[in-house]
């Protein structure tokens, strides 16, 4: 039962992992209609961004709270430079977009060596509930997302600029007919999308150390939560981005158990994610939440 518990605690800290880097994703290709094919480079930035402060001997709790803005202010240029041109022709734009990855990464990889570098945890060390022990950051991790969550859907419901957003998101040409200024919502789109991820890399660089090709392990998990879950609502993808970082931590503690380890390895554990999230896809080729709405 204790294994079973910390298993359980330990799939939520990488679901909630998933869900700030879907939920990034999602609102970019809901209201856009593009993939951002650079979003693990977008967690990657995040990522070296703290890496920058403690190299610069900062604290890095300081640097995970300046992470999202960096981004999000990398991602406003991004959209304003090259994503803006190309709103016409949705194909070229997501070719940018791996374009603008690829560069970033391989900047990255220029500054870092090719290295991998491991990050403290602001907050180490574990505390006891029940006998069972637990990691004090991915508590942290956990609470963070849904803080970030429970703000995002705020300001989407509750907000002037969030209804905007919604309503572009229905139906773009209404919007602007309607005064409604779509150009100033996708840059803003586009910025809080990348702030996400940026929050999402600054967060779980701790738990995977920080190399060049961090981003691109999420970006394919992502995509498959995006479709998941179903574009066009906010708790879509946040659903399938929980399903699918469920499932990866899940099936690879298959080879926990005797005589299974021999035949799930960790490669076995990610096609295994991937088939079972393509078995659902097709049965709900919408996304669940879509599905369910029907």
Known sequence: MDDAIKLVFDVAAFASIMVLVVSGLAV???LMGIFNLGHGEFVLLGAYTVFLFREWGL?????????????GAFGAGVERTVIRRLYAQPVIAMLATYAIGLIIREIVRGLIGGKYYAIEEPLSGAFQMGGISFSVWRTVIICATVVTMVGAWMFLTRSRTGLQIRGALENAA??????????RLYALTFAMGAALAGLAGALMV???????DLGVRFLVQAFLSVMLGGIGTFGGPVVGGAMIGSMVPGFQWLREIPGVAEQ??????????????LIIVKFWPNGLISAGRK
């Open 174 to 183: 209404l919007a602007r007919a309607s005064g409604v200024s779509t150009a």
């Open 264 to 277: 799930v390895s960790p490669v076995v554990a990610e096609v295994l994610v991937f088939v079972t999230a």
């Open 206 to 212: 701790p738990l995977f150390s920080l190399s060049a």
């Open 28 to 30: 970019i290709a809901s």
């Open 59 to 71: 604290p890095i709790w300081l640097g995970m709270m300046v992470a999202p803005l960096v981004v």
